[in-house]
């Protein structure tokens, strides 16, 4: 009677278990590349995304020059040379158009497919101001921002206090 040796048996195993890992890693690295590209098309992972730069560039503002209900316009030294730049924040108030970033000539898409984008601002005795808002009375700035997308919808609603004003 001819049997497998206790070697070819270990052998044998060590292959089986190196190509089921490899299997594993491949199934693994194949699950996260779709997740990521499912969040990144999402509403919500836009939204966030769009919410964190906003937040970024506002927190490190020194003046607002207009404050709208759709968009703010305000400056900041974005690149450190010592001058400020006029960065714009907007939306046309359409349903399904983009919220965009303009800084000089350049603008940029920061959301896709929203639905509502509201600013609401505030004094700095956390008063409410009414519209039209002069600008110089602006201390907080909320902002509401809903998008949607093949029928999943996501709002956020978040308050900055500009560190620079």
């Known amino acids: 009677m001819k ?32 997740d990521a590209e ?7 992972f836009e939204a966030t995304k769009a919410l964190e730069r906003v937040g970024n560039e506002v927190r490190s503002m020194n003046s607002v020059s207009s404050a709208l209900q759709n968009s ?3 400056a900041e030294d ?6 400020d730049e006029t960065i714009i924040y907007s939306w046309s108030g359409v ?13 940029t898409t920061l959301a896709n497919n929203v639905t509502s984008f509201t600013l609401q601002y505030y004094d700095s005795s956390d008063n409410v101001l009414n519209f039209p808002v002069t600008a110089s009375q602006v201390r907080v700035i909320q902002f509401n921002l809903t998008a949607a997308k093949s029928g999943e919808s996501f709002a956020l609603r978040t308050e900055f206090r500009p560190r620079g004003l």
Do not use: C
């Not at 292959?15 to 779709?34: D, E, H, K, Q």
């Not at 499912?38 to 919500?44: E, G, L, V």
């Not at 974005?78 to 001058?83: E, F, L, P, T």
């Open 3 to 34: 049997a497998f040796s206790l070697i070819e048996l270990i052998i044998s195993i060590a292959l089986i278990s190196i190509l089921l890992s490899f299997l594993t890693f491949s199934y693994l690295v194949a699950m996260r590349g779709w």
């Open 38 to 44: 499912m969040k990144r098309h999402s509403p919500r």
């Open 72 to 74: 703010v316009t305000f």
């Open 78 to 83: 974005v690149n450190s040379d010592g001058a």
């Open 95 to 107: 349903s399904g158009e983009d919220l965009n970033r303009q800084e000089g000539s350049v603008t």
